[in-house]
């Protein structure tokens, strides 16, 4: 089973990292990964639908907890160690 966000994204300046807004609840059957470590430390982010090459680029997620408060987005990616496991926190955005 998956770890991650599903819904639609666009791709996040240069680095093909998909943007989201927030975590959602996913339905029955749906691929999910865990984001791990902070600001969203344990939230799921369904990534249902997204191709194996969309899941390595990772999600920017649109969050209130993260450095640039309101409207700043945490990246985060899947990590080299674990692939299908959580995404790890890379750092926040603007």
């Not at 994204?9 to 749906?30: I, K, L, Q, Y």
């Amino acid at each position: 089973m998956d770890i991650g966000m599903q819904g639609s994204g666009r791709g996040h300046g240069s680095t093909g990292v998909r943007e989201r807004r927030g975590a959602v609840r996913p339905g029955a059957g749906a691929r999910v990964r865990g984001a791990a470590r902070r600001p969203l430390d344990g939230e799921l982010l369904d990534v249902t639908g997204w191709s194996v090459a969309e899941r390595a680029g990772g999600a920017c997620l649109i969050n209130d907890r993260g450095r640039y408060g309101a409207g700043g987005r945490a990246a985060y990616t899947p990590a080299e160690d674990d692939p299908q496991g959580p995404f790890r926190w890379e750092g926040d955005m603007p």
